[in-house]
Structure formats: structure tokens, C-alpha cells
């Protein structure tokens, strides 16, 4: 009897339709348990049947009864197949480097059981339950970083999986601790699986791993690109600039929709200002912003526009069944190419470039509040006692370092291509490579913003008795309950680290929800 891991989520239920990122979010990070439906296991018997009466022809089929990749031409005996399909899950789960995070794996599992409901792929029903008890198990394979390229799918990443369902490897319990695999699916009263013909190609032969991380940076961008165009409000707004650039006629004029969402955003977020109404009479004798002001909606609204384009891909590729060879309704077992990885490797790799200039446009932002000849008034440095105390000198330095290292992640992995197989896979995606720099870059983004938030946060608070508008008011209010306000020089790490624990939640953008239009 599988041990359902503690969650308060409801119950994700697996069948052929594609799953929801929400559906795949509430897997991975807040372990909702899954069920297979009805349908799916139909199909999965149904495909089984398929892959059964090939396997007891006299026909070589590819994967069934002949071996892999440059070794396809290899016939297979009958007595020798299940050790086929255990030596193909131990020779690749050949992974090396640091561990994969748990909940990109559990992802990758919840997404490879979907796979596996289609019907397409052959695998045995008490398969695709020992893996769906695995994940109610909260019992996660140990998966590496390194192994693979993005082609035959994720075949390192999937395969370490495989071998945790025969019961050999380690994996990490519900509780954190590493075990050996046995142990922990004993504990868990899952059987170990013994691989039938196909099985073990039908279980690595995907691109879940890095579906799984694009469906996971879905919902990390988006919350934020929603603190980006915050931030950028708070430093408008610290800085005397104006929110007349933000206006809707003046966005009508190049009708790019993510442009016109940030622009609303921002002029909702700067609504009310004490501070910006302060010198918005004739008498301001400034003409423009700097473009790290007046065009942060273009730049914003450009993300948004590739995450949408990101949103669109990683749609279809929920609704995608991967696998070579697959199994097709009339029983056919045919090979494709539907494994490459190319269409995620490009966008995750896009996704980079945005995150790296939204990074760059924020550190900018910055440090014009920091410099005393650009920030209309504000003290050098945002310090109390300048020259005793340095204020966020340096916090802007940790920007400018992460700023420098987004760029070099921006450069894409998905136009390098190493052959292997014996040059049976001559041309390689590297679609995970391109996964594993975008959620280090997601990570630096989310720092680069915390940096901005505290540095726009005391600005605002050196205003005084200007008051923000009320939505950057209540922003700031969510930073004081971890942050204290303008003083002498403190330890400032933890006050970053707790500024992206901030952006990284839900609060301040609850705190700021009731001060803009419900369709943002």
C-alpha cells in the first residue's frame, strides 16, 4: 500500500488530456497527490496489447526485440529482452554533477506519467502505477544535472527514474533524507518493477525534464515580470519622474500587448502619488526621463510578449506524447523524431535573453538612485551619514555582478549540438542545458529585483513627508515587517536575502492587488 506524502492540495488526476502548468506546479512543489483516471488505464492496457503480439512476432521491432540507438540493428532473443530493458536503465542513468532540485524531477515524473496515459507508449499498467506511488510516496529518484542533450529526451534525468521503479539508486524521501531506493519503495509498499519488452525505453525516451523546468519558470517569470514593473513604479517614483509616458493613448501608438499591460500596471501602481503630483506642474524643469524610467514598459511589456510566446509552446507540449518508437491507435509501432527537443531548447533559451535585460534595466534604475548627481536630492548612496556609513553602495555591486553573469547565461546552449550514439544522433538539442541556465538566471533575476525593491523602499521612505501612492505605500509596508528602515549602516545580506524571499512570495503582490484594474 503506497504512503500518500502529507498535502493539502487536491488530488491531480492523470488521464490522455493534457495537464494545466497549475496542475504540474501543484505536483512538484506542493506534493498534491495524483490518481490515474479510467481512460488512461484503458489506454495503457490497450497499447500494452499492441506491443505484446509485436513482441511475440517474428517482425524485429525497434526497442522490443532488437536493441538501441547505433545498436538498433542488433536482434534481441526473447530470454535476453528484460535484461535489455534493465541494462539499457542502468548503463543511462549515467547523470554526473550537482542534484537536480526536487521539485524539477517530481515535475518531470508527473509529466512522464501523463505521457505514459496517453496510451502511446507500451509501458504496463503496474508500471505507471509504481511510478504514480512514487510521487504519492513523496519518494524522489536522485537525479544529476549532467546527461542530457536534449535529444532521445531526457535520457540521464528519466532513466535515473527508471531505476529507482526497478529498486536500485538512491532517492530522496519526503523527509529529505537520501536511501537507497529498495528501502524506500519497501517502506513506501511499492513492489520494485521487473521491465517487460519496450518498458525501459518507454520510460527515458522523453523530454519531460525540461517541459517540466519551462512549466516551472512559467510561474516564476510571471510573478517576476508583475515585481519588475512594481519595482520600476517604486523607482519612478523615488527618482521625481513622471508617469505621463505610461498613459494608454501614448501605448496605443505601437499596440504590443505586453507593452500596454506594463504601462497599465505601472500608472495603476503610481496612482495617487503624493510624490509624483510634488512636481508635476509647469514649473518642473525636467523634460524627460532616463530610458531605464520612461521605457520600462517596453522592455517589461517584451517579456511578456516571449513569455506568452513561452506560455504557447510549453501548451503544446502538454498536450504532446514523446516517445520513439510510439505506439499509434491501429497498433502500429512506428519511430519518429518527436523526442527532439529543438522547439523547448529555443524558447527556454529565449526566456533568457528578457530575464538577463530586465535584470540589466533594474541595476540601472538602481544606481541612479544611488548617485548623488542623478537622483534628484536623494543622500549619496542612500546613506545616513555619508562617508561614515556607505548606505547600498555595494548591494548595487551584487546587482552589477549578477547583471554581468545573466549575460553570459543569455548566450544559448540550443545552437550547440555534440553527436553521440556512434553518430546515430548526429544533431542534439541541448534543450536542457538551455533549462538548467534559465533557472540560475530566474534565481539572479529574482536577487537583482530584491536589490531595487530595498533600494526604491528607502528612497521612498527619504521622501518624507511626501507620501507614495498607495499601492508602492503598501509594497513597502510588506518589506518593513522583514526590513527595517533609512539608518546607520547594518548587515545588509540578510536584508536581501529577505527582500527575495519577498519577491519571491505571494504577499506583496496581495498587499498591492486592490490597486489595480482586476483584468492585470
Not at 511589456?301 to 510510439?326: F, Q, Y
Not at 511626501?466 to 505605500?473: G, H, K, M, Q, V
Request: hydrophobic share 45%; proline share 6%; with cysteine.
Amino acid at each position: 500500500m503506497t504512503v500518500p506524502a502529507a498535502s493539502s492540495e487536491p488530488a491531480v488526476v492523470v488521464g490522455p488530456e493534457p495537464l494545466t502548468p497549475k496542475q504540474v506546479h501543484a505536483v512538484a512543489r506542493h506534493d498534491a497527490p495524483v490518481e490515474l483516471d479510467d481512460a488512461a488505464k484503458r489506454r495503457i492496457t490497450t497499447a500494452r496489447e499492441h506491443v505484446d503480439r509485436l513482441a511475440a512476432g517474428a517482425r524485429p521491432a525497434y526497442g522490443i526485440s532488437t536493441g538501441f540507438g547505433a545498436l538498433a540493428v542488433q536482434s534481441i532473443p526473447q530470454d535476453k529482452r528484460a535484461d535489455l530493458q534493465r541494462s539499457l536503465v542502468r548503463s543511462h542513468a549515467a547523470g554526473a554533477g550537482e542534484r537536480v532540485e526536487v521539485e524539477v524531477v517530481r515535475a518531470m515524473m508527473l509529466l512522464r506519467l501523463r505521457t505514459i496515459a496517453t496510451g502511446r507508449t507500451g509501458v504496463t499498467l503496474g508500471t505507471a502505477e509504481a511510478l504514480a506511488g512514487l510521487l504519492n510516496a513523496g519518494v524522489t529518484p536522485v537525479v544529476h544535472t549532467y546527461g542530457s542533450l536534449g535529444c532521445s529526451g531526457d535520457l540521464a534525468p528519466l532513466s535515473a527514474v527508471a531505476l529507482a521503479l526497478i529498486g536500485e539508486g538512491e532517492v530522496v524521501t519526503s523527509s529529505g533524507h537520501t536511501v537507497a531506493a529498495a528501502d524506500a519503495l519497501a517502506s513506501a509498499g511499492i513492489a520494485p518493477v521487473r521491465l517487460a519488452e519496450k518498458e525501459g525505453l518507454a520510460l527515458t525516451n522523453g523530454t519531460e525534464g525540461m517541459l517540466g523546468m519551462l512549466v516551472l519558470v512559467l510561474v516564476d517569470l510571471g510573478r517576476l515580470l508583475d515585481t519588475a514593473d512594481l519595482t520600476a513604479a517604486m523607482s519612478v517614483e523615488a527618482l521625481l519622474g513622471t508617469d505621463r509616458v505610461f498613459a494608454d493613448d501614448l501605448q496605443f501608438l505601437r499596440p504590443h500587448q505586453g507593452q500596454a499591460v506594463s504601462a497599465a500596471r505601472m500608472s495603476a501602481l503610481l496612482a495617487g502619488s503624493a510624490i509624483v503630483a510634488s512636481h508635476r506642474g509647469d514649473d518642473c524643469p525636467r523634460v524627460q526621463d532616463a530610458y531605464s524610467l520612461r521605457c520600462a514598459p517596453q522592455v517589461h511589456g517584451a517579456a511578456r510578449d516571449t513569455l506568452e510566446h513561452a506560455r504557447m509552446v510549453a501548451g503544446r507540449e502538454l498536450a504532446s506524447a514523446i516517445d520513439n518508437p510510439v505506439v499509434l491507435d491501429d497498433g502500429r509501432v512506428e519511430s519518429n523524431g518527436n523526442f527532439h527537443g529543438a522547439p523547448l531548447g529555443y524558447v527556454l533559451d529565449f526566456l533568457a535573453v528578457p530575464v538577463a535585460d530586465l535584470a540589466s534595466m533594474a541595476e540601472r534604475r538602481t544606481d541612479r538612485m544611488l548617485d548623488v548627481a542623478r537622483s534628484s536630492g536623494l543622500p549619496p548612496f542612500l546613506a545616513d551619514d555619508p562617508g561614515v556609513d556607505s548606505g547600498h553602495m555595494i548591494a548595487q555591486y551584487t546587482q552589477a555582478a549578477l547583471v554581468s553573469e545573466l549575460k553570459r547565461l543569455a548566450v544559448p546552449a540550443s545552437v550547440d549540438s555534440v553527436p553521440s550514439s556512434a553518430m546515430q544522433e548526429d544533431h542534439v538539442s541541448m534543450g536542457w542545458s538551455a533549462a538548467r541556465k534559465l533557472r540560475t538566471a530566474i534565481d539572479g533575476l529574482t536577487t537583482v529585483l530584491a536589490v531595487e525593491f530595498l533600494t526604491a523602499a528607502r528612497a521612498l521612505d527619504l521622501r518624507s513627508p511626501l507620501r507614495p501612492a498607495p499601492a508602492t505605500e503598501a509594497a513597502v509596508a510588506v518589506l518593513r515587517k522583514r526590513v527595517a528602515g533609512a539608518g546607520p549602516d547594518r548587515h545588509l545580506a540578510p536584508e536581501i536575502a529577505a527582500a527575495a524571499e519577498v519577491v519571491r512570495g505571494g504577499e506583496v503582490h496581495e498587499a498591492v492587488a486592490p490597486y489595480l484594474p482586476p483584468e492585470l
